[in-house]
């Protein structure tokens, strides 16, 4: 079946830290790959996306590549800052809905 | 003006009631869904209406029911409420027939059973 596999947190990094979540999937076929963020008390929203192997998406100084190889699709960015304190879902769309990951509660102290 | 919108934002109630929780999208989309978030912040995906109609009713208890009165709206009604019902519901909404992912969410409805 489909499934998003992603590390467990907490992360917890100082201001400019550079960060990576690591997510991994199982899907038949090629599925599109998301991230979504949550900010506290609020909904989810999409952070990034990439529909297809090799396609990198970004967005905020957040990136992430479709590996098809390795099944993965791992979040970074450069330097982090408190504003990016969330938690971080990433996730594949199957075609009735999109299924998360476990979610990756990421601190950031100044 | 909200995309997604979820009333009520915090339930508070006792085993055994029943309640409703709503939600309405003004984005013109065709499908809704309604995941659950537990307490460790896992989404699950419960239920999806495409133009009213019902296309997945993952793993839910049927004491969960719920009704798209249009296309906007998609209701959660649930019967005879138990502890481990207590949760976070968000109601999302995205275009039909989309490969992009992109779902818009509400802001969730915290239920909380006593």
Known sequence: GNSVTQMEGPVTLSEEAFLTINCTYTATGYPSLFWYVQYPGEGLQLLLKATKADDKGSNKGFEATYRKETTSFHLEKGSVQVSDSAVYFCALMTLTALIFGKGTTLSVSS | ?114
């Not at chain 2, 995906?45 to 208890?61: D, G, H």
């Not at chain 2, 649930?78 to 818009?104: K, R």
């Open chain 2, 1 to 114: 003006d909200t995309a997604v919108s979820q009333t009520p934002k915090y339930l508070v109630t006792q085993m055994g009631n029943d309640k409703s929780i709503k939600c309405e999208q003004n984005l013109g989309h065709d499908t809704m869904y309604w995941y659950k978030q537990d307490s460790k912040k896992f989404l699950k995906i419960m239920f999806s209406y495409n133009n009213k109609e019902l296309i997945i009713n993952e793993t839910v208890p049927n004491r969960f029911s719920p009704k798209s009165p249009d296309k906007a709206h998609l209701n959660l009604h649930i019967n005879s409420l138990e502890l481990g019902d207590s949760a976070v519901y968000f109601c999302a909404s995205s275009a039909m027939g989309t490969t992009t992912g992109e779902l818009f969410f509400g802001e969730g409805s915290r239920l909380t059973v006593l």
